[in-house]
């Protein structure tokens, strides 16, 4: 029995939470996995997990066993990396995510000149509106916007984004422009649901808390920020979005920002990355070429 590749199949099924997302994952069949990670018990005289038909748990032998595993792939995978000459030129695959629209627009043309430099690298650029975990995922930086929580991760501030308010021309000719919070409530507005939804509209109110009120008279809600943006353009109502989501309509004059003074506090953006040392210099390079271009991109919005 290869004992690394037992040790790999049993974190694969601990991480994704069943036999069937890590036999998916692996490519393997499920009586090849059960069957490895049976033969895996045995040579150890332990049950490791606990299956039920709802889910899969560790046992104490099991949790004690998948720390050391975990611990012995990642320092093999250090060695290999090292051996293969991640730490002495800049080679091999690089996985960033960045939320779907923010890297579509802001981190894709940052990562097109950097392979342009780094022809020993590739990237495996994945856009998502949810917060993948980092080590389980194997990815290896993630852009993020909003507060963060308490992490283990190394983290880089690389900026700001605006939270903003606005409208098209041609709403505004009907119902005049918003001049006050209260104003808000007699325009229609366009929600948007997406997989971390945003169920209320916050807004900066001067000496006090962000206030947060909800999306008032929505006829319309929409899956993306692209959609809401032009749905704005075409007049169906107010919406609020992240800046970088309408600087364009902005810049053209098809949306208009509105209450400016009542904005929230700008969401900060971060560059996160696993902190392991020394890093390969594939991720030190990224991160190197990579934020003072952000800040760049986040300052020319602000």
């Not at 999306?215 to 609020?240: C, M, N, Y």
Request: with cysteine.
């Amino acid at each position: 029995m290869d004992r690394l590749e037992a040790m790999s199949m049993l974190l694969e099924v601990v991480d994704r939470g069943s036999f069937s997302a890590a036999g998916r994952a692996m490519r393997v069949s499920l009586p090849t996995l059960s069957r490895r990670i049976s033969e895996l018990e045995d040579l150890l005289g332990a049950r490791l997990l606990t299956r039920t038909t709802r889910k899969i748990m560790l046992t104490d032998a099991g949790a004690v066993y998948v720390a050391a595993a975990r611990e012995i792939l990642n320092k093999v995978k250090q060695a290999e990396r090292e051996v293969a000459g991640e730490f002495i030129e800049p080679i091999g695959e690089l996985v960033v995510t960045a939320p779907t629209m923010f890297g579509r627009l802001h981190v894709l043309p940052i990562i097109t000149e950097f392979l342009e430099r780094y022809s020993g690298i590739h990237v495996r650029l994945v856009l998502i509106d949810t917060n993948l975990a980092l080590v389980e995922e194997n990815v290896d930086v993630a852009i993020r916007i909003g507060q963060l929580p308490d992490s283990a991760m190394t983290i880089s501030r690389v900026g700001s984004i605006r939270t903003v308010l606005c409208g098209s021309p041609r709403l505004f000719a009907d119902k005049g422009e918003p001049r006050a919070l209260d104003d808000v409530a007699h325009f229609p507005s366009i929600a948007v649901n997406m997989p971390i939804p945003v169920a209320q509209w916050r807004f900066g109110v001067p000496g006090s808390l962000d206030a947060r009120i909800p999306p008032l008279s929505s006829r319309l809600t929409v899956t993306t920020p692209e959609a809401a943006a032009a749905a704005a353009i075409l007049g169906a109502g107010l919406t609020q979005l992240l800046h970088y989501q309408v600087a364009d309509a902005v810049r053209a004059g098809t949306l208009r920002i509105v209450l400016e003074e009542m904005e929230p506090a700008p969401s900060p953006v971060h560059l996160l990355h696993t902190s392991k040392a020394p890093l390969p210099l594939k991720l030190r390079r990224f991160l190197d070429f990579a934020a003072p271009r952000l800040r760049s991109d986040l300052a020319s919005l602000s």
